[in-house]
């Protein structure tokens, strides 16, 4: 008889946990998730009815379109974000909306950072804090040019750790101040510290694999539709625009106060949560 050759076990299957298979996240994975998430959001944009969610003009670095703040709290708030931007360069702004319209926060989170362009052209150095208290949703929103400081993993667990347990007891302008002062420690340095720190509390998701999937069969779903909609010459050119753009903002809305977004674009990046 032929000698009956037995399969080697892979060694990073014998050596490595079940649980902890998959746990390090390769760049090209994320990169992979962040691009079609940024697509997802973008055609979901393009997909929306024209008497969607319109963004508030941006009149300062703190927009309480919703009314959670007294003014002492709006005016203390509106001075750490100054102060942050004076030490670091980078531009935070914490906007508060009565209703998202039917819309999902994060499809209102993008349409915000694209339209105000919060952050400096080319350094995309910019986030939004968003809450939608009648909505219960919570956002940060991160520019392009924060993803790798203000990670989805860091903005989520700053949103589950800080914010949350504060807005589920009413207290909203504490919750809104304590986002804000943990996304200023994140971006003044602790970046690394923070990311350790988050990473200690497991993710919800089942891993960076299923999350890939699922965005990559939204997409392909958005697409059909789109195609049978608008047939193929209508939505060629909106991938074509989409792809090479660059992400870039469209035209910014009204601003007031003395302050305006710098040009900064957005992908998609952040973490969202509700209570």
């Keep these: 008889m032929g000698d009956r050759r037995v399969p080697r076990r892979r060694q990073a299957d014998a050596d490595v946990p079940g649980e902890q298979r998959g746990a390090g996240r390769p760049e090209s994975q994320l990169q992979l998730i962040r691009l079609l998430n940024a697509v997802l959001l ?10 969607g969610f319109t963004p ?8 309480d379109a919703a009314g959670l703040l007294s003014p002492d709290e709006e005016a203390r708030l509106t001075a750490e974000l100054e102060a942050l931007e004076a030490k670091s360069g980078d531009q935070v702004v914490v906007v508060t909306l009565p209703s998202l319209d039917g819309q999902d926060i994060a499809s209102v989170g993008y349409l915000l950072g694209k339209t ?3 952050g400096q052209k080319q350094v995309d150095n910019g986030a939004l804090l968003i809450v939608a208290p009648n909505d219960r949703k919570v956002r940060i929103e991160v520019g392009r040019g924060l993803e790798g400081q203000l990670t989805d993993l860091i903005s989520g667990y700053i949103i589950r750790e800080s914010i949350l347990p504060r807005f589920r007891e009413g207290d909203f302008a504490g919750g809104i101040e304590r986002g804000v002062q943990d996304i200023t420690s994140v971006l003044l340095g602790d970046a690394a510290e923070w990311q350790k720190r988050a990473a200690k509390r497991p993710e919800r998701s089942d891993g960076s694999n299923a999350a890939g999937t699922a965005l990559f069969i ?3 779903i958005l697409f059909f539709i789109l195609r049978a909609r608008s047939g193929r010459q209508g939505l060629l050119p909106l991938i074509w625009t989409i792809g090479s ?6 035209g910014r809305g009204g601003f007031g106060g003395g302050f305006g977004g710098g040009g900064g674009r957005f992908g998609g990046g952040g973490a969202s949560g509700g209570w």
């Design 116 to 118: 105000w362009q919060i």
């Design 56 to 63: 508030p003009a941006l009149t300062g670095r703190v927009v």
């Design 245 to 250: 753009s660059g992400w870039s903002g469209g």
């Design 42 to 51: 973008a055609l979901l944009l393009a997909a929306a009815p024209a008497h």
């Design 218 to 220: 939204l997409f392909l």
